[in-house]
């Protein structure tokens, strides 16, 4: 963490703060125990509702609730000392109306102590974004591909190709002036974010952006491997954990059928060992 003291947590003023710095690194959340592993690594922990994919077997984020972004969001927040958890808006939670917005957002800081949300959108919601900030909400803004809106894009393809650049920028640059204090590019094309990075003050993160950007974010499970059958081309995998819990767990079986396990040193004994001996 060289963003700020170690004697208390980021927070979004340092995340803005690092406009063309060091470049922010940021690992989506759903659990304590990975929210410990990112603490210690990453400037921000980013509680997804991609969560719905990862742990729940959804078919996209749409069907993400509040109760289950509340549910993940305290347990990463448990697992933070010093990265800065920012938690998703799920669709359906702040499209409606600032007021419906403000209402949700206001809750999910209040019941997970999670210091920022994140929602999806570009000019149309802008004003929701100024509402919130205007009420001391702090919000990183998501632009670009839109998973929440797969149905309208027509899948989850590049955004801001040709024609389409202009409306991008005009996004970003709709959300830093309504408040936000960071913009998530997903799959826009990279000399699109580069120029939206030069152009904007605010600090751009990348998910499929290019390297130009302020700073990077993944979904933790595709970047540790989690799954064998699907792999987005903007996705390095650090390693193959997939691979390797298969592996374990078809050895676990194994063992078990074989009766190889649990072995004697797993075991305990009918009679109290002596003092000062295991079992």
Known sequence: MSASSPLRPVLPADIQSRK???????LTAYTT???????????????????????HGLPSTIGVTM??????????????????????????????????AFRNAARLIAETGAPAVKLEG???????????????????A?????????NTLGGYKVVGRDAEADKVMADAVAVQEAGAFSVVLEKVPEGLASRITQRLTIPTIGIGAGVRCDGQVLVVDDMLGMFTDFRPKFVKRFANFGETA??????????????????????????????????
Do not use: N, W
């Open 20 to 26: 063309g710095g060091t470049p922010l690194v940021v």
């Open 122 to 140: 570009g000019l149309h919601m802008a004003e929701t974004i100024a509402f919130l900030t205007s009420r001391g909400v702090p919000v990183m």
């Open 142 to 150: 998501h632009i670009g591909l839109t998973p929440q809106a797969v």
């Open 246 to 279: 298969d592996e374990a767990v078809a050895a676990y079986a194994a063992e078990v059928r074989d009766r190889a396990f649990p072995g004697p040193e797993h075991a305990f004994a009918d009679v109290l060992p002596a003092k000062g001996a295991q079992g």
């Open 67 to 100: 109760e289950m972004m509340i549910l993940h969001g305290r347990a990463v927040v448990r697992g933070l000392t010093k990265a800065m958890a920012v938690i998703d808006m799920p669709f359906g939670s702040y499209e409606e109306s600032p007021q419906q």
């Open 33 to 55: 125990p990975m929210a410990r592993i990112v603490d210690r690594h990453c400037d921000v922990a980013l509680v997804g509702d991609s969560l719905g994919m990862v742990l």
